[in-house]
Nanobody, 115 residues
């Protein structure tokens, strides 16, 4: 059974940083594509960043230059380093893993950017 556990969310002031982690178990992590999504209140879920098994990365325009996605296959973990955070980054952040035509989701972690 595949499990994804996100951590690292919290309350941070504008301009601050957080690092989210997504730890996976029960799957072939090294061949998976991992995506971070976020969903703010009353808004649709949006793709934030993606990393493939070849470590190719993509970002939504609003986070380019501020967020960095990375992976550690030895630890079955993907990270989202978030710098220069803005109030509009406030959302629940979800980790999504795609492997062998299957799709798995974590439970989400809350990120709140506020002074």
């Amino acid at each position: 059974q595949v499990q994804l556990v996100e951590s690292g969310g919290g309350l941070v002031q504008p301009g601050g940083s957080l690092r989210l982690s997504c730890a996976a178990s029960g799957t072939i992590f090294s061949i998976a594509t991992i995506i971070w999504y976020r969903q703010a209140p009353a808004k649709q879920r949006e793709l934030v960043a993606r990393i493939t098994s070849a470590r190719s990365t993509t970002y939504t325009d609003s986070v380019k230059g501020r967020f960095t996605i990375s992976r550690d296959n030895a630890k079955n973990t993907v990270y989202l380093q978030m710098n220069s955070l803005k109030p509009e980054d406030t959302a629940v952040y979800y980790c999504n893993l795609k492997v062998l035509n299957s799709d798995y989701w974590g439970q989400g972690t809350q990120v709140t950017v506020s002074s």
